[in-house]
């Protein structure tokens, strides 16, 4: 039987400084996709502000990836429909994925196949005004994608937004690169349709 686990821990936090073995945050253009719905809205997600920064991990194992993200997402609601909006929310996070587990044959407790464990928590005050999702905990196999939303924000008007900074990611347990990818969710309903439209950044690795 194989046991193991690679663990990957998500959480909020303001970034001051840089300390030895850091690298300054690479920052990467906005993005937005922009549809017309059947009911004649024109609807835009947007993904800005994204930065991602790679840091050496403190505890110097070569299995573990550290770094921080940042980013906002929006979403706006333009044009003239035939039926009026009824909800809106938008929504940003970021995907992240495991290559390889490399813990097989240590036994931390599990005794299943190789996985990876994420989990996620930060202060929902850091959000304001929006639903922040604390205490989040999924099951990566590696060579699988975990969609991991930071926040969603209902729409009260034609425009929202949402910004997350400081967001330390940590990945233990991983053989080769950990990729992470942002995205923002636009989605809207009316009497008698729900669209949903999503942009994407391009992968990084930390």
Not at 44 to 70: C, H, M, Y
Not at 84 to 111: E, K, P, R, Y
Not at 154 to 181: E, I, M, N, Q, Y
Request: hydrophobic share 40%; net charge positive; with cysteine.
């Amino acid at each position: 039987m194989v046991t193991g686990v690679a663990a990957v821990a998500v959480a909020v936090g303001l970034v001051v400084g840089a300390g030895p073995g850091t690298a300054a945050p690479a920052t990467f253009p906005d993005h937005q996709v922009s549809k017309t719905t059947a009911d004649g809205w024109r609807v835009t997600a947007i993904k800005a502000d994204e930065k991602v920064r790679s840091v050496a991990p403190l505890n110097q194992s070569p299995w573990t990836r550290e770094g921080f993200l940042s980013l906002r997402g929006e979403g706006r609601i333009t044009g003239a429909g035939r039926t009026a909006v009824s909800a809106g929310t938008i929504t940003a996070g970021f995907q992240i994925g495991c290559n390889t587990d490399v813990t097989s044959g240590i036994t931390l407790g599990i005794t299943a196949g190789p996985t990876a464990q994420m989990s996620i928590s930060w202060p929902p005050a850091l959000i304001v005004g929006a639903q922040a999702n604390g205490n989040i905990s999924t099951t990566l196999k590696p060579g699988t994608i975990a969609n991991i939303p930071f926040g969603t924000k209902k729409l009260a008007g034609p425009s929202a937004g949402l910004t997350v900074d400081g967001v330390h990611v940590k990945v233990d347990g991983c053989l080769g690169p950990v990729a992470v990818r942002a995205y923002t969710t636009l989605a809207i309903s009316t009497p008698t349709n729900d669209n949903t439209i999503n942009v994407y950044g391009q992968p990084h690795y930390l």
